[in-house]
């Protein structure tokens, strides 16, 4: 097989299943007090993306609490956008007469991080990660969304870094790598009623073919020996220390899509598996390639390689509490692929069908629960 698989970390997926419960939120005490608040406000009935803007900061809060991130960066991420940016036009709570309430609700620091996130040019700021441009002492020169200079101090440039790696993930498919092509240098001249066909949502839903390669440059950037240690790093792509190339990003989203749109031959299924094998091989880092792989594997029998491979997707899976994939959410990946543990290492047959039709009836064990 030699494959660049990962050990599944027992203490991290413990972590990954209490965040697959729908309450995670509301059991969580430094978030909770928050949320009737941000609910109030309206976020479940605004679009964003590839859903609602709940689900957005929800997601993102998601990966920031596997992530272990403290508290002030955990609420950055559930409220990262209230005051608007540059970015979208939600506003959820007035910057000129709402600070003070939102300061007495969870502390004037962690307010201020969310204020600065929101009002800092993020354009600007990912430039700069992304050209090495963080000073020696971890700080970074950058302006205001109105030309402003501000300095963000070494802990905000990490805190930032971070909430935008599960920012980015959360939400970026393909239809934002049309119409939003190649950020930070948007081309911001291109006419939406000739590039009409870009402009259909949700199109395809086709993962990114290069936003998990910037993902990965910012994780990279917290290797910066003033940045690294001052939060915990995030437990993708090996702890922030491996790169993922443009070339093998876009590479082996394309290989992962030709077999999802059944672009290889049907009736036998050796050649998307080699296909996907070398998805994997040039992606190692998100989970659905494999998850797709370990399906492969134990509709030819192959069921050591498929329990392998499954327990590398669930790793992926725990590691980024978002999908990669977005046509299912983030639970669904990790619902179905330990369906597919469980049929690769049950001793009886029963546990992967052998007719069609009977997938229809697959169920978790609770053994395996």
Not at 113 to 124: I, K, M, N, P, Q
Not at 295 to 319: H, I, K, N, P, T
């Amino acid at each position: 097989m030699n494959l660049p698989l990962q050990a599944l970390d027992a203490d991290l997926f413990a972590r990954a299943q209490a965040l697959l419960d729908d309450e995670w939120l509301a059991k969580d005490a430094e978030l909770a007090p928050v949320l009737p608040v941000v609910l109030a406000r309206g976020v479940g009935q605004d679009w964003h993306k590839a859903g609602t803007f709940r689900h957005h900061l929800v997601g993102v809060a998601r990966s920031l609490a596997l992530w272990q991130q403290p508290r002030d960066v955990r609420l950055l991420g559930l409220l990262h956008s209230v005051y608007g940016n540059a970015f979208v036009d939600l506003v959820k709570f007035d910057a000129s007469t709402e600070r003070v309430r939102l300061q007495q609700m969870i502390g004037q620091q962690a307010e201020e991080l969310v204020y600065l996130f929101c009002t800092a040019s993020r354009r600007e700021f990912v430039q700069k990660i992304l050209a090495g441009e963080v000073q020696p002492d971890g700080s970074m020169p950058l302006h205001t969304n109105a030309g402003q200079p501000i300095t963000l101090s070494p802990y905000v440039v990490a805190a930032f870094t971070i909430v935008s790696m599960a920012d980015t993930i959360e939400q970026w498919f393909s239809w934002q790598d049309d119409i939003y092509s190649r950020f930070p240098a948007t081309n911001d001249h291109r006419p939406q009623a000739v590039h009409w066909m870009a402009s259909l949502w949700p199109g395809p839903m086709r993962p990114s073919g290069r936003m998990l390669h910037q993902i990965n440059q910012l994780g990279l950037a917290l290797q910066h020996p003033a940045l690294k240690g001052l939060l915990p790093m995030p437990p993708v792509f090996g702890h922030c220390s491996q790169a993922l190339s443009a070339a093998d990003d876009a590479a082996a989203a394309s290989l992962y899509w030709s077999v999802i749109q059944q672009d290889q031959p049907l009736v036998d299924l050796d050649v998307a598996t080699g296909v996907m094998e070398h998805a994997v091989r040039l992606n190692p880092w998100v989970g659905e390639p494999q998850m797709v792989l370990a399906q492969l594997y134990l509709s030819a029998g192959r069921r050591d390689e498929a329990a392998a491979v499954a327990r590398s997707a669930l790793q992926c899976f725990a590691g980024w509490g978002n999908a990669w994939d977005k046509r299912v959410q983030w639970d669904a990946w990790v619902a179905w692929t330990r369906i597919l543990l469980q049929g690769a290492t049950a001793q009886d047959s029963g546990a992967w069908p052998a007719r069609l039709d009977k997938l229809n009836n697959v169920a978790l064990r609770a053994e395996a629960a």
